[in-house]
């Protein structure tokens, strides 16, 4: 098994799966792969140094742009866009074959469930634990897990 902080390996593969869409001359894969690639490009240079995103924050990075997308197309529904909506949903679907799959709610619950547990034995409790609990269950989630419906869960269990 390779440790992957320090040998990336998603984005060789979004690179080669560029390539081969470029080949085929599949126009959406390209332009979705294009774009996640440039958006890595624009986190690894944004500071002061130059750095390589390790596995986890090109996911973290992929799942954000996967989110735009689906964000997009649901706003060119709203506006009565349908073959705009269409297309941006397909560019989400490209990206979402290197995303890991998502937890299934069962497993969700039974995270919060244990981080609940542990902040109540730390003395927050109820709504004062929210923070704490939502924090912990994203970092056990993983970066591409739903921020919105962890943060939604944890307060109707605390509630």
């Known amino acids: 098994m390779t440790d ?12 080669e799966a560029m390539t081969a869409a470029m080949k085929a001359r599949d126009e959406v894969a390209l332009a979705a792969l294009r774009q996640a ?3 890595i490009a624009v986190v690894e240079t944004a ?3 130059a750095v390589v995103l390790t596995d986890e924050q090109v996911l973290a990075v992929l799942a954000v742009e996967v989110r735009k997308h689906h964000e997009t197309a649901d706003a060119f529904v709203t506006a009565g866009r349908a073959e705009q909506a269409d297309h941006a949903r397909a560019h989400a679907t490209v990206l979402e074959a290197y995303l890991p799959a998502a937890l299934d709610d069962d497993d969700l619950q039974r ?8 902040a109540a034995a730390a003395g ?4 004062k634990a929210m923070g704490r609990v939502v924090s912990a269950v994203r970092a056990k989630a993983g970066p591409t897990a739903d921020g919105a ?4 869960l944890v307060k109707a269990a605390l509630a």
């Open 124 to 127: 927050a409790e109820g709504m």
């Open 111 to 118: 995270i919060i469930g244990e981080e609940i547990a542990a």
């Open 4 to 15: 992957q902080t320090t040998e990336p390996t998603i984005k060789p593969r979004l690179r």
């Open 149 to 152: 419906k962890i943060a939604a």
């Open 47 to 49: 500071g002061d140094e």
């Open 37 to 39: 690639l440039s958006e």
